[in-house]
């Protein structure tokens, strides 16, 4: 009887390194997309010495660093991964196949305009999402109105 739990215990054990092996090596997919930042603050024009109108938004290069992406999963919005977009504005990751929302890092604290997007990665597949980043909103608010 003996001889017969171990030969069990030791299938039961393979058969469970063989299942991680599986889920760990399943195809993944990939995210692609591109960060686009816009401002609604004032900015100098430059064939004139006066301030655009605080109604006029103006798309900013910016620098993309300053604006880490987070990945979430979908039904518990765990944080998957954490991206940042390349010089010009890019991003990619390989993910596992499922369900995720896209946001911005600390969003909320620092005021930004983002509609997070959900998307769905399937193996070998690439997925494009863009983000728009809107600021300048925490400045327009304490700014009194005329």
């Not at 499922?98 to 997007?117: A, H, S």
Request: charged residues 25%; neutral net charge.
């Amino acid at each position: 009887m003996g001889r017969f739990l171990r030969h069990l215990l030791g299938a039961g054990i393979v058969f469970v390194v063989l299942g991680s092996l599986s889920v760990e090596s399943a195809p993944q997919g990939f995210l692609e997309g591109q960060l686009k930042i816009v401002s609604f603050r004032p900015v100098e024009r430059d064939d004139e010495n006066t301030a655009a109108p605080a109604d006029e938004k103006t798309v900013t290069a910016g620098n993309y660093a300053d604006y880490p992406l987070i990945i979430l999963s979908a039904g518990d919005r765990k944080q998957i991964a954490r991206i940042t977009a390349d010089a010009n504005g890019s991003y990619r990751a390989a993910l596992p196949p499922g369900n995720y929302i896209l946001d911005v890092e600390e969003r909320v604290r620092r005021r930004l305009r983002v509609k997070t997007q959900p998307f769905t990665v399937v193996p070998n597949e690439k997925v494009h999402v863009d983000l728009t980043i809107v600021t300048g909103f925490a400045a327009e608010a304490s700014t009194p109105q005329e």
